[in-house]
């Protein structure tokens, strides 16, 4: 890991930060450096993956705790429709047959499920984000900058999925099965004495197919978002943009980016909830007995928790990032010396 983030430190996304510790100067027209030049976080340094990465923990941990009463209706749409079939229904029914604690069932394995996971989702992604950039070179970096959110947001979700596969499992046999314990310090001894580790990675590979896409979304369109705003939106400059301003600018990015997500990843999710309901199924098993239609119970739901969630991770990741003082790259803008030939080319 340390000649990873060694690698990492090689980014032309460091560019800006490295000049700033050498010059107090402007160096790149239009970016401001002087947060930089004043931070005592190293950008590409082991501290600053290790705060992104706490960032992340906050991020992902304390959202998706908030939202648990939501998640459980989701999650109990997909598997038993016939019963809860809506929202309101859902919370009616749930209230009617086992009282307002019930909405807070797996608190537990959320927070700590989704707190790991945000460590790796949002400090990998940091971390491969400069690894890619700088194996692409500063020029291509740019011209691809889609391509390598893309790839670094694939990448971190992978192992973010396999830290956090055993709370989901844990989560929803406890929103979803009235005979599973509701507690994490019993769900858990109970899935290892009846199935073994395995019975908490059942579902990893479809938990891979709903998150991986999801966090691509979630990553890359919230970064081209971010740059959109700036050059259409927003009436001034991001260097100019007060700190406030700017994690406005995050906060309508992060949602606009997690209507998105949720649609893209929603079938994925639905057959997550009902493997981890059905003991002995599989992934395909699920969806063929779902049906096409079946895959989407629930996408009105999970659009307003994703949405909501997502902008609210990305605005507390960011706050973070302010409250430490960790180096916030401004919107990519195209290099001089890709200006130069793209000039070149033109006479």
Known sequence: ????????KLSPFSTPFKKAECESASLVPGRSIAAAASSEVVFGSSKYYGLCAFGGLLSCGITHTLVVPLDL????????????????????????EEGAKALVKGWAPTF????????????????????????????????????????????????????YCPMEAIKVRIQTQPDFPSTLRKGAPL?????????????????????????MMKFACFERTVEALYKFVVPKPREKCSKGEQLIVTFTAGYIAGVFC??????????????????????????????????????????????????????????????????????????????????????
């Open 1 to 8: 890991m340390n000649s990873l983030w060694e690698a990492s």
């Open 73 to 96: 209706v989701k999650c109990r749409i997909q598997v038993n429709p016939e019963k809860y079939r809506s929202i309101v229904r859902g919370f009616k029914v749930t209230v009617a």
């Open 112 to 163: 700590v499920g989704y707190s790991v996971q945000g460590i790796c989702k949002f400090g990998f992604y940091e971390v491969f984000k400069s690894l890619y950039s700088d194996l692409l070179g500063e020029e291509n970096a740019y011209m691809w900058r889609t391509s390598l959110y893309l790839a670094a947001s694939a990448s971190a979700e992978f192992f973010a999925d396999i830290a």
């Open 191 to 215: 899935i290892y004495s009846q199935e073994g580790l395995s019975g908490f990675y059942k579902g990893l590979v479809p938990l891979w197919l709903r998150q991986i896409p999801y966090t």
């Open 262 to 347: 949720a649609i893209v990843s929603h079938p994925a999710d639905t057959v997550v909830s009902k493997l981890n309901q059905d003991k002995g199924s599989t992934a395909i098993g699920v969806a063929k007995k779902l049906g096409f239609a079946a895959l989407w119970k629930g996408l009105t739901p999970r659009i307003i928790m994703i949405g909501t969630l997502t902008a609210a991770q990305w605005f507390i990741y960011d706050a973070v990032k302010v409250a430490l003082g960790l180096p916030r790259p401004p919107p990519p803008q195209m290099p001089e010396s890709l200006k130069a030939k793209l000039e070149a080319a033109q006479k």
